[in-house]
């Protein structure tokens, strides 16, 4: 009878991972598993009869082999398993990013995490903007005053059909100050500029690229992008996506005359 309890499944699995992995799907005998891994014929057998018992191992005609279970379940195992590592490869970041954070799942499986460090500050922010320049339709919530990121932008306009760029009234302001021309060319090159008052904990993107569709996270704290979560699953580009269109909905236009203002509102 194959056990039923998920965690004593899972402690199975990790415990006789070499094994299982070593069965593989075609089929082998027992002393080609004792050869395959760093463990005594006792402790195969053992581990032959755990996983049996798991429903995870079967014996065949062609010698022991992994079920339908047992290989999803591996899969399963190891996708999580590389997952865990990206995690804790940016493992200061994220663990000091409160709970409360409304980062869906999906942004996290399968990602590509790019975090900076002292020799590369601008490493999140260069990578997010890397992926603009290849855009054909770029929408970006930008939290914090990135330059980088607004004359990236701005370049894209020749070559992207649309542009749309939410920001809180504080970077506004900012970018008015120091940075009038990019602002006015992106709205000049058609580009959407929208104003936001309160400031969402991160940065967001959705990427249009010829091979498809790239959902971007920006970790931001005082010292800027700390982390680019980039991953174009349809589940974290369409999270993405339902965010941004939450906080567009939130935001108010900016018309260009207040951008070319210096005296306008957003001081």
Known sequence: MVATDPSDVLSTLI?????????????????????????S????????????????????????????????????????????????????IFAELPPTQEIDRSMLEDATIVTATQATPHQPVSALC?????????????????????????????????????LTDSVAAALVDSYTESLTALQEAGAELHLLETTPPHGLAVIERPMGSTAGLLV??????????????????????????HWRREATGLPLAEINDAGSVLR
């Open 41 to 92: 014929r006792s402790t195969v057998d053992r581990s032959i009869r755990e996983l049996e018992a798991a429903g995870l191992v079967t014996r065949s005609p062609e010698g022991y082999r992994r079920t339908l279970l047992g290989e999803l379940l591996l899969s399963e195992y190891y996708r999580f398993k590389a997952q865990t590592a990206e995690l804790l490869s940016a493992g200061d």
């Open 220 to 245: 931001i704290d005082d010292s800027g992008g700390r982390a680019l979560v980039r991953n174009s699953g349809d589940d974290a580009v369409a999270w993405a996506t339902s965010r941004l269109d």
């Open 130 to 166: 890397s992926l603009i320049s290849e855009a054909q339709s770029i929408r970006v919530l930008c939290p914090a005053v990135f330059p980088q990121l607004i004359e990236t932008c701005a370049m894209a306009t020749d070559t992207t059909e649309t542009v749309e760029i939410i």
């Open 15 to 39: 415990q006789r991972e070499s094994v299982l992995y070593a069965v593989d799907v075609a089929g082998c005998e027992k002393r080609d598993i004792v050869a395959a891994v760093p463990s």
